[in-house]
């Protein structure tokens, strides 16, 4: 069945610093790529998604390519602030519109000043 | 425009007692789905529905676990019978039209956090 893997936490890094989240993934066809984060308290918020191969999604300065050929949608950014603080789900959506999203185990993403 | 609302925030229950959740859609939306966020693990889904009707209850514990979303009201995730295992966050994401990932997006609760003495 699908999967997605994620690279565990927490992940420190200082304010500022350069941020890379790994995430690959398992499925059959053509699935559409996702990144939510979910802040302290609150529930998951869409970040940034791709629906195809080489799409580039992009939202508050995070960034994620869909890389076919390595199953990957690495998230990046390239100066974290301390408000980026969360935890950070991968996830995929089965090609051919089906229902439901398959999740990652999450990273918690911890930014100090 | 309200998002999804689930209630309680905070559930308490000893073992063998009842768990009710509950979430109301954001407005207009009329596809409902359930997810269980167990410690250190992402979320796993549980079940899809749409007003009056289960389209998807793969992800659902064989027993005690049961979902509904009636016509009027929220939808209603029943847990039977709790056990210590059963502690866990349950999020309800919603959506309009039905998710598609190419064109849509899940829009979730805050959650309902159930711990289990």
């Known amino acids: 069945g699908d999967s997605v893997t994620q690279m565990e936490g927490p992940v420190t890094l200082s304010e500022e610093a350069f941020l890379t989240i790994n995430c690959t993934y398992t499925?059959?066809?053509?699935?559409?790529l996702f990144w939510y984060v979910q802040y302290p308290g609150e529930g998951l918020q869409l970040l940034l998604k791709a629906t195809k191969a080489d799409d580039k999604g992009s939202n508050k300065g995070f960034e994620a390519t869909y890389r076919k050929e390595t199953t990957s949608f690495h998230l990046e950014k390239g100066s974290v602030q301390v408000s980026d603080s969360a935890v950070y789900f991968c996830?995929?959506?089965?090609?051919?519109?089906?229902?439901?999203?398959?999740f990652g185990k999450g990273t918690h993403l911890i930014i100090q000043p | 425009n309200a998002g999804v609302m689930q209630n309680p925030r905070h559930l308490v229950r000893r073992r063998g007692q009842e768990a009710r959740l509950r979430c109301s859609p954001m407005?207009?939306?009329?596809?409902v789905y359930w997810y269980r966020q167990l410690p250190e693990e992402g979320l796993k889904f549980m079940v899809y529905?749409?007003?009056?009707?289960?389209?998807?209850e793969s992800g659902m514990p064989k027993e005690r676990f049961s979902a509904e979303f009636p016509k009027e009201g929220p939808s209603i995730l029943r847990i039977q019978q709790v056990v210590r295992g059963d502690s866990a966050a349950y999020f309800c994401?919603?959506?309009?039209?039905?998710?598609?990932?190419?064109?849509?997006?899940?829009?979730f609760g805050e959650g309902s956090r159930l711990t289990v003495l």
């Open positions: 996830a995929l959506a089965p090609g051919g519109g089906a229902d439901g999203l398959t």
């Open positions: 529905l749409q007003k009056e009707n289960i389209i998807d």
């Open positions: 407005k207009g939306h009329s596809h």
């Open positions: 994401a919603s959506s309009s039209p039905p998710f598609s990932g190419s064109t849509g997006e899940l829009f």
């Open positions: 499925a059959t066809g053509y699935p559409s």
